[in-house]
Nanobody, 126 residues
Framework: QVPLVQSGGASVQARGALRLSCAASGYTYSNMCMGWFRQAPGKKREGVAGISTGRGITFYADSVKGRFTFSYDSAKNTAFLQLNSLKPEDTAMYYC???????????????????WGQGTQVTVSS
């Protein structure tokens, strides 16, 4: 089991910044696949960023590329998503996800992950 505990959501104005955290407890492998997803009301859950923790390779959705940064602190077993230059369309519930195997090309496949955080709300006002 890899329980994931999220923190860091808030309400901010456009062009503001936030940092979301996702702490993994329990047994973790040195190379995990982790992802950040978001879901706005009435919309499907979408992948925004993924990381292969052992290789340090990151992937981003086009909508957030250049604005969001995904990092992983292996000493703390904690993933971070830095959100900069926020836009109202970034408003959503954000979820982190993990699986104790390599990602392959499945960073943005929600069905691939078997552990999920509880979600944290990000609200961006114009």
């Amino acid at each position: 089991q890899v329980p994931l505990v999220q923190s860091g959501g808030a309400s901010v104005q456009a062009r503001g910044a936030l940092r979301l955290s996702c702490a993994a407890s329990g047994y973790t492998y040195s190379n995990m696949c982790m992802g950040w997803f978001r879901q706005a009301p009435g919309k499907k859950r979408e992948g925004v960023a993924g990381i292969s923790t052992g290789r340090g390779i990151t992937f981003y959705a086009d909508s957030v590329k250049g604005r969001f940064t995904f990092s992983y602190d292996s000493a703390k077993n904690t993933a971070f998503l830095q959100l900069n230059s926020l836009k109202p369309e970034d408003t959503a519930m954000y979820y982190c996800a993990a699986r104790n195997i390599g990602c392959g090309n499945r960073y943005f496949s929600s069905t691939f992950y078997n552990y999920w955080g509880q979600g944290t709300q990000v609200t961006v006002s114009s």
